[in-house]
């Protein structure tokens, strides 16, 4: 098939959804009980004028802010003691899975087997996520071999807009023909680069991982395909979102000191104000460069970070107010779920789509960078 344009298809999908579950209530309790500690702990600094007190986190402020009202997590035990407030995973061996491997295989059988395909159909896996536990091998390879799979793997990481990257990655390599299926797979342990002891922040993530199978379409036999008409990115550099960790952190002076900007960081309104148009325009000028209308759209699945400002771009996209049937929120039970929330939106909200019907999975984030991925019911 070397040399020939073939169209593409998304033929499975698939979530792996983390067992342990905590809810508002739970983090509100715990980030209060942390907050009491803290301000004891420096109540003369506090009475002295020289440190601003902890303010405590309430259930209706969480839900106003961001519409998430639970999320799953890998492990709920260190997150909810007031003296860790972050995950406690076991150490592994070198020669067990990783724990990015284990979500990412679980999502990952359950999209082949949606795609009706096995392992040795599929040729590369793609691993986009925001955060990988370690720099190598790469997390894909080591997907690859715990699915016997042949042919190649790679990581990649565009933040949380890393599954739409990978999708236009995964395109572009099977319409050229170097590869005929893709299986792209998104785990995303968010709750390991959450700041969880910060009050603006600490609702914000969960845990989970998803996979999406890419064929070319004169190859696909699934019953549930979506033609994927056109891609587009769109990178923009900001640091109104960042994460300073990294492998280099030791060499520096103050390397191995707590500090903040070791764990997700935002200035959420410039996100707001800066982002949100960007995707809003982007997604209409895509729609119109494919001659769509996009008020046509049957789906917006977009990248789960804040239920505002997902209404805002649903609105300014389909000119009115979407119903929600048409622009499905996963936020309530996942919370921002990072690269994996677009497609979490698209796996579990797609079946009442008819053949021929429209839609468009979209993703953004740090970078600022945004994918988009306008797809046809087949």
């Known amino acids: 098939m070397a040399g020939q344009m073939r169209d593409v298809v998304i033929s499975g999908s698939g979530v792996f959804t983390p067992p342990d579950v905590v809810t508002n209530e739970e983090l509100v309790e715990v980030f209060n009980a942390f907050a009491d500690k803290e301000n004891a702990r420096y109540a003369d600094a506090i009475a002295a004028g020289e440190r601003e007190p902890i303010p405590h986190s309430n259930v209706d402020f969480i839900v106003k802010a961001s519409g998430i009202e639970r999320r799953h997590v890998m492990d709920k035990t260190g997150v909810l003691d007031p003296d860790v407030m972050h995950p406690q995973l076991r150490q592994r061996t070198d020669d067990e899975p990783g724990i990015m491997t284990e ?21 590369a896996v793609i691993c986009a996520a925001s955060n990988h536990e370690r720099a190598y ?55 390991g680069h959450l700041e969880w002891r910060d009050r603006d922040c600490h609702f914000i993530f969960g845990d989970v991982a998803t996979a999406v199978i890419l064929q070319a379409k004169d190859l696909a036999t699934s019953d549930d395909q979506f033609e994927v008409l056109s891609t587009r990115l769109l990178t923009q550099f900001s640091n109104n979102i960042r994460n300073n960790n990294g492998f280099l952190r030791r060499t520096r002076p103050d390397g191995l000191d707590d500090r903040r900007d070791m764990q997700f960081m935002q200035n959420g309104r410039q996100v707001f104000k800066q982002v949100v148009p960007m995707v809003a325009e982007m997604v209409i000028d895509h729609c119109h460069d494919e001659g769509v209308d996009p008020t046509s759209l049957k789906r917006l699945w977009l990248h789960q970070a ?26 309530q039970e996942y919370a921002n779920t990072s690269s994996a929330g677009s497609i979490i939106a698209f796996s579990q909200n797609h079946d009442d789509l008819e053949p021929g019907d429209l839609g468009i999975i979209c993703s953004f984030g740090a970078g600022y960078s945004v994918g988009n991925v306008i797809v046809k019911r087949l």
């Open 137 to 191: 091998p790469a997390i894909a390879i080591e997907v690859q071999e715990a699915l016997g799979i042949d042919g190649f793997g790679f990581d990649m990481n565009v933040a949380c807009s890393s599954a739409t990257f990978g999708m236009q990655t995964a395109v572009d390599m099977i319409r050229c023909g170097s590869v005929d299926t893709v299986l792209m797979v998104n785990p995303e342990i968010c709750s």
């Open 306 to 331: 804040n239920k505002a400002m997902n209404d805002f771009i649903g609105k300014k996209v389909m000119g009115r107010e979407p119903d929600p049937v048409e622009q499905p929120n996963i936020l």
């Open 103 to 123: 979500m990412s295989v679980d999502a990952a059988q359950q999209a082949m087997a949606g795609a009706g395909i096995d392992a040795s159909q599929v040729d």
